[in-house]
Antibody
Framework: QVQLQESGPGLVKPSETLSLTCAVS?????????WGWIRQPPGKGLEWIGS???????YRNPSLKSRVTMSVDTSKSQFSLKLSSVTAADTAVYYC??????????????WGQGTLVTVSS | QSVLTQPPSVSAAPGQKVTISCSGS????????VSWYQQFPGAAPKLLIY???KRPSGIPDRFSGSKSGTSATLGITGLQTGDEADYYC???????????FGGGTELTVL
């Protein structure tokens, strides 16, 4: 059973960089799947941030692309997200997930429990 | 505003059937597969339907999905109070190069 667990600071100051890590267990990270990040502002809907393969290939949401950096460390079974220059609008629950992503298909099979990140001074 | 349009809320009585629509365009639903997610308050979303109409292991057949043109539909039969949740559709947009979610639909089982 694939399990994912997000970790990182719950409070980030405006203009700083949000950094999260997702630990993967129950599955050996390879290039077979994408590993994605999705966020949900309080009381609002879901927004895809980006996805990365075990080999490091990435797709990022164009609306966030300039601020998003993703990386993967298959030896540690984890992948990471950095979002720079954060504002209050980046306050959200951040989820990591194992994803299917092809030219015609996108879905998120397994999700972490999510972690709330608040941007505030 | 979401690229995919869902009704904000739907409701039905226990035991009845409900459908939730998801409207998109030729660049997303019109050419790509659709998935659906169930989310309870305070919990992570859970995959209900993928590839338009396939159910992951463990999802009861009360849940079904379909797609026609640029719209998709989630159907839930034999409604239970435990089905009260938010439901989201999702697909890939080939023009925007982005995974897009609908705005979500809150299901109330009266």
């Amino acid at each position: 059973q694939v399990q994912l667990q997000e970790s990182g600071p719950g409070l980030v100051k405006p203009s700083e960089t949000l950094s999260l890590t997702c630990a993967v267990s129950g599955y050996s990270m390879t290039t077979d799947y994408y590993w994605g990040w999705i966020r949900q502002p309080p009381g609002k809907g879901l927004e895809w941030i980006g996805s990365i393969t075990g080999g490091g290939g990435t797709y990022r949401n164009p609306s966030l692309k300039s601020r998003v950096t993703m990386s993967v460390d298959t030896s540690k079974s984890q992948f990471s997200l950095k979002l720079s220059s954060v504002t209050a609008a980046d306050t959200a629950v951040y989820y990591c997930a194992r994803a299917i992503l092809t030219s015609t298909d996108s879905y998120f099979e397994h999700w972490g429990q999510g972690t709330l990140v608040t941007v505030s001074s | 505003q979401s690229v995919l349009t869902q009704p904000p809320s739907v409701s039905a009585a226990p035991g009845q059937k409900v459908t939730i629509s998801c409207s998109g365009s030729s660049s997303n639903i019109g050419k790509n597969y659709v998935s659906w997610y169930q989310q309870f308050p305070g919990a992570a979303p859970k995959l209900l339907i993928y590839d338009n109409n396939k159910r992951p292991s463990g999802i009861p057949d009360r849940f079904s999905g379909s797609k026609s043109g640029t719209s998709a539909t989630l159907g839930i039969t034999g409604l239970q109070t435990g089905d009260e949740a938010d439901y989201y559709c999702e697909t890939w947009d080939s023009s925007l190069i982005v995974a897009v979610f609908g705005g979500g639909t809150e299901l109330t089982v009266l």
